[in-house]
């Protein structure tokens, strides 16, 4: 704390009036400091150094008159409050009221009475430490009020900045929700939500300036074997990677999107939408030609596209999507079945092969057509549940014997409008993959029970195996234990039944299906590819699925014979499944020549009309006895 200080101005130390001596003892006691001017400029300079609590001004001081000493004091700011008390050997009235006038707090006369000069510098002493204390208080609360509003202003700040934190926060957050709803989180692209707005917005565009614009639907073709094959996590950053080639095929105006699974939509505005549309499917079935390296695979795909026009093609943007699957659909199953008869396309919806898929345009008889299967679709529900479909059987001949050596189950629909119609009629427009496989289940439990019915019976039933053809476009996970199942229930040995399995199915599924074959045969259940050389399949991959009959398209049987080389085609299919240790056998064998050459070239079974018509399993057991011994014409086997 501050020492309160005393100047004493006096310049005799011995005089009477010499303060020193009378006030040193009490300025110890009472904890204040003394200081000694000797003339009065050496009194202004201390007044201008120090802050005094009082100051005792001696009249008789030199170079300087004691009242002047005393104005100058006055005068000057710092001092101007400090109490001055005169000190004089003259008592009179007239000098007191003098110092009085000139600003004297007090005066004191000689000869001095210590106790009283000190009691009263004592009292300004006092009334200074008071007031530096005040003084030292109000500094302390000024200090406290900077630091609080200091205080204040950095939690202000904070606050400030907390806030503003929080916005960014709730803006991003905003904008993580507004993505989510918009965006689809494995591609990044647009998505089935977004996409519809986009469309409804383009038909509101166009409406307007009465344009039009194109939409591209895209459905990855076998993407359930990437997944099947290397795993979800390979699928995954295929369908990312192919999000990254769609966006790099088109303008960045267009609209690209996922719907889900596989399924990606593009949409092209501008002018002349249609042929864009075009050009754009072309760029992007090329894109997917080129394999995609996922995780040191290689992995391959193409894409069906289907395109639809607005607003020819669909006068809103739900019929437009529904119309451009519709085209991506008959562009997929162009794909799966090329040249297939019901499956193909209508030549007017115009259709685009590029390396890596399939292009169609929308056109209004895919909607007739689509009418059409959703009515087979229908009545073969109504069907398998109303007891109108059955199976008819034609036997198949040994070459060598001439004895039944199997039957072919084949199944046909009692249809109410149409009478008896094959399988052939009504399967390729029945889409409701389930409905097939319900349909599969029957023919299974139907053949089996026949098999083990005629077991049971005569010969040369009792001993023919029965073979079957499935319905369904792919084999399911659990089809052989369905099969077994039914095979085990009629206690049937092995060797009973065989089932004959399409070229298509099998090129399509390939690695799938090996080991769901393995399960068959070791379960007793033969193997047999039919119309082998219609869409393609190697020998080699019939050697490695370990198939025990190989069943040569009746096309190929047909064109024996002919100027163009048909007998040496069945020629050198016969000698290439010897060469796999494969049973061979014809179907479709019509006439005695075809019977004659296909003896010659060693195949070991046929069946076909020239021996016997499919029939119902009562009708063929009736007929084969006398079908064995009379019709089979002796002078074309020799
Ligand atoms: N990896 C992955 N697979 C998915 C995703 N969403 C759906 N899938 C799978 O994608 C497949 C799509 O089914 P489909 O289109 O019928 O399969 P596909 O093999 O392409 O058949 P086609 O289109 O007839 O050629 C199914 O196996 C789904 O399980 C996904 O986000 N990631």
Known sequence: MHIPKVLL??????????????????????????????????????????DFAVILLDIGIPDMDSFDTAAAIRSHPRSAAVPVIFVSADAGEAHRLDAYERGAADYLCAPLEPQVV???????????????????????????????????LQDLELANRELELEVAERKQAEQRAHELSTRDPLTGLVNRRSLIQHLEHAVASCDRRRSQFALLFLDLDQFKQVNDGFGHDVGDELLRQVAARLSAAVRASDVVARLGG?????????????????????????????????????????????????????????????????????????????????????????????????IRFFHEEMNRREDEREQWTGELRHALSHDQLALVYQPQVDLASGRVRGVEAQLV???????????????????DRGLLERVDSWVMGAVCAQAA????????????????????????????????????????????????????????????????????QAGGVLLALDDFGHAGTSLAACKKLGLDILKIDPA??????????????????????????????????????????LKTLGCDSWQGALFCAPRSAAELAQALPGLILTDLPEQHLT
């Open 9 to 50: 101005v006096n310049d005799e130390p011995s005089s009477p009036l010499a303060l020193e001596g009378l006030l040193a003892p009490d300025a110890d006691a009472c904890g204040y400091e003394l200081v000694t001017a000797r003339s009065g400029n050496a009194a202004l300079r201390e007044v201008l150094r120090h």
């Open 118 to 152: 000190q009691a009263k510098v004592r009292t300004f002493v006092e009334l200074t430490r008071k007031h530096l204390q005040l003084q030292a208080q109000a500094e302390e609360s000024r200090r406290i009020t900077a630091e609080l509003r200091s205080q204040r």
């Open 262 to 358: 596989d399924e990606f939509v593009v949409l092209i505005e501008g002018r002349a939408p249609g042929e864009n549309a075009a050009r754009v499917a072309r760029k992007i079935a090329n894109a997917h030609a080129r394999p995609f390296s996922i995780g040191g695979h290689r992995v391959h795909t193409s894409t069906s596209i289907g395109i639809a026009v607005y607003p020819q093609d669909g006068a809103s943007a739900r019929a437009l999507m529904k119309n451009a699957d519709l085209a991506m659909y008959r562009a997929k199953e162009e794909r799966e079945h090329p040249g297939g008869q019901g499956r193909k396309g209508d030549s007017q919806g115009g259709k685009g092969d590029s390396q890596g898929g399939n």
């Open 413 to 431: 629909w009692h249809h109410p409008r149409l009478g008896q119609i094959d399988a052939a009629a009504f399967v390729p427009a029945v889409q």
């Open 453 to 520: 019915a005629w077991r049971g019976g005569a010969e040369p039933l009792s001993t023919a195996r029965v073979a079957l053809n499935l319905v369904a476009p792919a084999l399911g996970p659990d089809l052989p234990a369905r099969l077994l199942a039914e095979f085990r229930r009629h206690l049937l040995p092995a060797g009973a039944i065989v089932l004959e399995i399409s070229e298509a199915l099998l090129a399509a599924h390939h690695a799938a299906i090996e080991p769901l074959l393995r399960q068959l």
């Open 556 to 597: 190929f049987v047909r064109n024996i014979g002919d100027a163009s080389g048909g007998t040496d085609l069945v020629a050198a299919i016969v000698h290439l499944a010897r060469a796999l240790a494969m049973e061979v056998a014809a179907g479709g064998v019509d006439h005695a020549h075809q019977l004659a050459v």
